[in-house]
């Protein structure tokens, strides 16, 4: 029953992480969106809309634990 219990809280906990990545991928289309309908002369350019470096090895490190811990 405990495995069960434990099984339905993850499974809770990854459909609202889920929630939350469609939820930035929306916010995030629509800024792409936004940015498409300024002046050029304003518009940001594609590599200034990349991740910085630094938070995508942040993000990798941070999704591997998470793998990890997952698979123990």
Not at 7 to 33: I, P
Not at 34 to 46: A, G, T, V, W, Y
Not at 48 to 64: G, I
């Amino acid at each position: 029953m405990e495995k069960d219990n434990l099984r339905r809280e993850d499974e809770l906990k990854e459909a609202e992480t889920q929630r939350e990545l469609v939820e930035l991928q929306r916010r995030f289309k629509q800024v792409l969106n936004d940015n498409q309908s300024l002046p050029e002369h304003i518009r940001l350019k594609p590599q200034e809309l990349v991740l910085d470096r630094r938070f995508y090895e942040q993000a990798e490190k941070l999704k591997a634990r998470k793998v990890m811990e997952v698979r123990r």
